[in-house]
Structure formats: structure tokens, C-alpha cells
């Protein structure tokens, strides 16, 4: 009657097991460390870096406990926050003499300490949020009318082309302000111009007015088409932000839209804030420009002449000049994806494009126009400009797939395009709050936090113990398993633990030690109405099932609406809050159950078992130790 199948036994020790396993890096704690990695593009991190860093900490007499490489950066790890700021000093003396072109980023950072055999086993504790590990805050206000003055220019250039094509002449398109002004010679070409932008351009409204000989025609974005733009100019600096600092390894960071123009940044475990400003500022973005072949623009480049008026000088990696047009003939924006690749040809890296619909049209109009010229792709990164590779245009290129080559190898070339799919910003924007929490805060919380849940669990247990006795006992061990597979399951998702997913936990305790005494009181009603202690645990359990189910299903309805309309704080209390209640199904019923079977179950002449005192139906109190069938 009372007896579990091996099995379920089994069942039971494997969850045991596998909630152990990842429960355990939890423990080991983090790490103060140095991180070094690449503060631009062309400069790599490689064992080289490494050998530098050893000898700096090595001669400032300092020893790291580990100095590791991950591949993008090296980082450097210690005993004490005190030895990595002197390690931080000495790293950047060394690899970082000029402070104003910086080729390394130096930082602060923590590493976990779990040991290398839990890491391959794929077991790595819970993300810490920003009030539990410390980390720095960020309160970003996007620039709404630079976004409407860029849209406004790239219109601009759309309508100068449209116009191309559909053969209307003009005495000019220029952008003033937030208008653009297109001049005409005489009313038939300007209805045609009308009637192009009534069809390409529907977000325009243009007002038409004689200027003197000519005529002028003024459009301007639609006020709601200025909103949605804004919206989207929002929308896309979260999405680049969120591809900068994912690809950047920083773990878990918050970026959420707050109001109408505003973007919260929240990156825990950093804790150096100019480091969190480097990540938010390293974007990068491309430019395609023709290469100035003029006879003043030759001898620029030989560095026997000025720059040209309307043209500028840039780099190439190799550090030889190019000089270029200012104008503009695509950007970062027309670009769809960026995928590094092999020449079939002469086997070097590359870095492969592909362009949208009207990035495609413009490319081709531009290669076929533009045949045995130079088109130089130049990288942005961090307001500099740098020159990929100044190609030779041998033919018009179709299909909107472009190869980008030159002196760069795998490493680079994956960077690049890295980079590239990070996109650019939609519109600049400008730190207006900045705030960090120190890691000793963080662990105060944490320390916090956990004693409020240790306690609450202990308290529990005492009195279940007092008020059961091994049946209380049981419903203790049941909701210890309740707590070691919450702990699991949330390091198993990588989920990031915060103060208010703390206090799920300890709500959690409550619930699921409710389902225990739902289940008790059902063995102690059996008992009362006079069954024998084997059939009362079974009719117990069975009975108190159902109520069990039902309490947990509200309740999870009410925690999936929290996760589902929920943010920030109330979406981490909410996922803590519905894994604890399945983990409680499990603990409370099947564990528990499969305890008092192994206790129990195999008495076949079982007289009583111990459930504390029993009121029979007499309203006489007695202990199960004296109460038989």
C-alpha cells in the first residue's frame, strides 16, 4: 500500500544528484580580478598581451591566484580588492602609456571561482543582479531631434535620387533645418516632383511657393511620422546597445526603455564605471565613400599636398593614407548582416555584406557609374574613422552582396564583422544619471538576504519537528529538497537573482510547507475517524492532493500574470515565485511521500506512526504513539 517502485527511488536520487551539481558553484563565490581587452578593432588580445600583463604584476612584485584567456580578453584574478587596484595600476602603466589612445581597456571586474571540473560539466551558478553583486547604473537621454535631422538628411538624398530616375529635373535638393528644398525652373516639373513624393514618400508633406523665376517646393516629416521615427530611433539604440555589451561578455545587463526618450542601463559586476562608459560608447558603424583621384587628392596621399577642399584624409590598418570624399554614398544603416568569410580565390579572410532593398539600388547605380574608380569602407569606432580596404570598382555589382578585403586575418575579420552587425546608433545619446553599487554593498545584501531566508527556514523546521515529530521531520527534509532544487533550476537557467527574488524564496519556503500540512492534518483526520496508520498515510496523501493541486494552480496563474505584465524587479520576484511553486509540488508530495513510504511502508503490522498529538473524536488528546487500530 505504502511502498514507491525502485524507480521512483531512483527518480528521486538522480533529481538529488543533479540539483547538488548545480547548486554547488553557487558556493565557491566570485573572484576581484583585472580584465584586459581590445579598446579598438585592429588591436588584439592574444598570449603576447598575456605574457606583458605577467611580467607588469611580476615586477610591481604582486602574484595573481590565475591569469586566464578566454580568447577576447585576459583576465587577471586575486585574493583581495586591495591587490587588484594595485594590479590595476600596474597593468595599465604597462600596456597603456599614452592615456589619450588607449589600445587596451583596463578594468575592474569579477570572476566565479568554481572549480574547473563543475565548469565542464556545464554547471555555473546564478547571475547576481545589481543590488546583489554591485555594478554601475546608467540613465542615457536620446537626442529625438538629431534622430528627425538624420532621417531628414537621408531623406534628402532618397528624394535626389528618385528624382533621377523618374527624370525630373531640378535646380537642387538641400536640407535646411528640418525641411527640404527642392528648386524647379517651371510648374510642369514641379507637379511631377509632387507626384513622386505623394508616392515614394508618404511620411512628407510639401508645400510648393514661387521664388522669384523659380519655383520652391518645402517638405517637411509629418508629425506623426516624426513620432514613429523617434520610436523607432529608441528601439534601435536598445537593440544596438543590448548586441554591443552581449558580444562584450558582460553578464545579464538590464536595458529597458523608461519614458518617451530615455534608456536605463544597469550592467552588474562591473565596477569600474569608465570601463561600463567604454562599453556604451564602442559602437561602430561603415561608411562607403569614393577615394578623392583627383591630381590634389594623389598628391595628398603621397603626403606632398593638402587635403583637397570637400574631401578628408583617413588611415589604413597598415597606418598608409587615403584620401576620400566627405560625401557619403552608404552607411551602417543600409547594412542587413555582416558575416566574416573566405576568398575562394586567394584564400584571405573577408568580411561579407549584404545590403537592404534600397542599399542594393544605390550600390549598383553608384558601381556602374563609378567603374575602375576606388570605393574605400571606412570603420567608425568611437568617433575615429579607419580604412578596411580602398577596392578597385572592376564591374557594377548587383544583388546588394558586397565583399569587403584587404590586410586582415580571421580574427580581425570576425571582429569586423561583429562590429558591423552591432550596428550604429539611430541618434546620439548623452549620460544624464550615473550611479554604482560597490560589491561590498552587494555582498551586504546578499548576506542580508540569505540570513532572512535561513532563519525563516529554521524557525520552520523547528516548529514542523515540535508539531509533527517525524512527520515533521519528513516535511523538513521534504523542504530543504525544495530549496536545493529552486537554487538548481535557477542556476540551471542562468536566471539573475535579485532582493526581490530573494524574498520569493522565502515565500516560497511558506508555500511549500503549507502543501506538508495540508497533508499532515488529512493523515491526522484519517487516524481521528479511526483508519489504521498504513491506510491513513495513504488516504492522506491521495486525499490531500487535490487540494494541493488546486492551491498551486491559482497561485501560479497569479505568478505567470505578474511574469507576463511585469518588469524589472516584479518579473525576477515573479520567475522565483512560479519555479518555487513547482519545485514544491515535487518536494511537498513526491519526496515526502517516498520518505514516510521508506519509513513506514515496509511495517506490515504497523501500530502507530508519529504525528504528533491527535484529538480523537471524544475530543480526548493523544499521541500517535499510543493511538492503534
Given at each position: ?95 597603456v602609456p599614452d592615456a589619450t589612445a588607449p589600445n587596451y581597456v583596463v578594468a575592474l571586474n569579477l570572476v566565479r571561482r568554481s572549480p574547473a571540473w563543475l565548469n565542464a560539466l556545464g554547471a555555473a551558478p546564478m547571475y547576481l543582479g545589481l543590488d546583489l553583486r554591485g555594478g554601475v547604473h546608467f540613465m542615457l537621454q536620446v537626442d529625438m531631434a538629431a534622430a528627425l535631422t538624420k532621417k531628414t538628411e537621408s531623406l534628402t538624398g532618397d528624394i535626389r535620387s528618385a528624382l533621377r530616375e523618374k527624370n525630373a529635373r531640378h535646380g537642387g535638393v538641400s536640407r535646411n533645418g528640418s525641411n527640404i528644398e527642392i528648386r524647379f525652373r517651371d510648374q510642369e516639373t514641379l507637379a511631377a516632383a509632387k507626384r513622386v513624393l505623394a508616392d515614394q514618400f508618404p511620411e512628407l508633406t510639401a508645400i510648393d511657393a514661387p521664388e522669384g523665376t ?416
Amino acid at each position: 500500500m505504502n511502498r514507491y517502485p525502485v524507480w521512483k527511488y531512483a527518480v528521486i536520487l538522480i533529481v538529488l544528484l543533479v540539483s547538488v551539481l548545480f547548486t554547488l558553484p553557487n558556493f565557491f563565490g566570485e573572484a576581484p580580478s583585472v580584465q584586459v581587452s581590445s579598446a579598438k578593432s585592429s588591436i588584439k588580445v592574444d598570449s603576447t598581451t598575456q605574457l606583458k600583463i605577467e611580467e607588469a604584476l611580476k615586477t610591481a612584485g604582486l602574484t595573481p591566484d590565475g591569469v586566464t584567456f578566454d580568447g577576447k580578453s585576459i583576465k587577471a584574478l586575486f585574493k583581495d580588492t586591495d591587490t587588484q587596484l594595485k594590479a590595476k595600476d600596474a597593468i595599465q602603466k604597462s600596456l597603456v602609456p599614452d592615456a589619450t589612445a588607449p589600445n587596451y581597456v583596463v578594468a575592474l571586474n569579477l570572476v566565479r571561482r568554481s572549480p574547473a571540473w563543475l565548469n565542464a560539466l556545464g554547471a555555473a551558478p546564478m547571475y547576481l543582479g545589481l543590488d546583489l553583486r554591485g555594478g554601475v547604473h546608467f540613465m542615457l537621454q536620446v537626442d529625438m531631434a538629431a534622430a528627425l535631422t538624420k532621417k531628414t538628411e537621408s531623406l534628402t538624398g532618397d528624394i535626389r535620387s528618385a528624382l533621377r530616375e523618374k527624370n525630373a529635373r531640378h535646380g537642387g535638393v538641400s536640407r535646411n533645418g528640418s525641411n527640404i528644398e527642392i528648386r524647379f525652373r517651371d510648374q510642369e516639373t514641379l507637379a511631377a516632383a509632387k507626384r513622386v513624393l505623394a508616392d515614394q514618400f508618404p511620411e512628407l508633406t510639401a508645400i510648393d511657393a514661387p521664388e522669384g523665376t523659380e519655383y520652391k517646393l518645402k517638405a517637411s516629416i509629418k508629425p506623426e511620422a516624426a513620432l514613429k521615427i523617434q520610436d523607432q530611433a529608441l528601439k534601435q539604440n536598445i537593440v544596438t546597445l543590448h548586441n554591443r555589451i552581449n558580444e562584450l561578455g558582460v553578464a545579464e545587463p538590464v536595458i529597458q526603455q523608461q519614458g518617451l526618450d530615455r534608456i536605463v542601463v544597469q550592467l552588474p559586476g562591473v565596477q569600474d564605471t569608465a570601463k561600463a562608459k567604454d562599453i556604451l560608447g564602442r559602437t561602430a558603424t561603415l561608411e562607403l565613400r569614393m577615394v578623392d583621384e583627383t591630381a590634389e587628392g594623389q598628391a595628398a596621399e603621397a603626403n606632398s599636398g593638402s587635403v583637397p577642399f570637400g574631401s578628408e584624409r583617413f588611415l589604413e590598418r597598415s597606418g598608409r593614407p587615403v584620401i576620400v570624399k566627405k560625401q557619403v554614398i552608404l552607411t551602417g544603416e543600409n547594412l542587413t548582416d555582416a558575416q566574416a568569410g573566405i576568398d575562394s580565390q586567394t584564400q584571405g579572410a573577408t568580411v561579407n555584406l549584404s545590403l537592404d532593398a534600397k542599399g542594393s539600388r544605390i550600390f549598383a547605380d553608384i558601381t556602374r557609374e563609378n567603374i575602375n574608380k576606388r570605393m574605400a569602407i571606412i570603420l567608425f569606432e568611437k568617433g575615429k574613422g579607419e580604412v578596411v580596404t580602398a577596392p578597385v570598382i572592376r564591374s557594377e555589382i548587383n544583388g546588394g552582396r558586397v565583399q569587403i578585403s584587404g590586410s586582415m586575418n580571421t580574427s580581425e575579420a570576425n571582429d569586423t564583422a561583429l562590429l558591423l552587425r552591432a550596428g550604429s546608433l539611430a541618434a546620439p545619446m548623452e549620460i544624464i544619471e550615473e550611479s554604482s553599487i560597490g560589491p561590498s554593498l552587494g555582498k551586504d545584501n546578499i548576506d542580508k538576504g540569505f540570513n532572512s531566508v535561513t532563519w525563516g527556514f529554521l524557525v520552520i523546521v523547528a516548529f514542523m519537528c515540535v508539531y509533527y515529530m517525524m512527520f515533521g521531520v519528513f516535511s523538513s527534509l521534504a523542504l530543504g529538497v525544495n530549496l536545493l532544487m529552486l537554487v538548481a533550476v535557477l542556476s540551471m537557467l542562468q536566471a539573475t537573482l535579485t532582493l526581490p527574488g530573494i524574498a520569493a524564496m522565502a515565500l516560497a519556503l511558506g508555500m511549500a510547507i503549507d502543501s506538508n500540512v495540508l497533508i499532515n492534518e488529512r493523515v491526522r483526520e484519517e487516524l481521528r475517524n479511526g483508519a489504521s496508520p498504513q491506510a491513513a498515510i495513504a488516504t492522506g496523501f491521495d486525499r490531500a492532493w487535490a487540494t494541493i493541486l488546486d492551491s498551486n494552480i491559482t497561485t501560479l496563474i497569479a505568478g505567470v500574470a505578474l511574469l507576463a505584465f511585469g518588469s524589472g524587479p516584479v518579473r525576477g520576484f515573479a520567475v522565483v515565485h512560479c519555479i518555487g511553486i513547482l519545485t514544491s509540488m515535487f518536494s511537498a508530495v513526491f519526496f515526502s511521500r517516498g520518505l514516510v513510504n521508506l519509513w513506514y511502508g515496509r511495517q506490515k503490522k504497523l501500530k502507530a506512526v508519529s504525528i504528533g498529538t491527535v484529538w480523537t473524536a471524544d475530543g480526548e488528546a493523544k499521541t500517535q504513539s499510543t493511538l492503534t487500530k
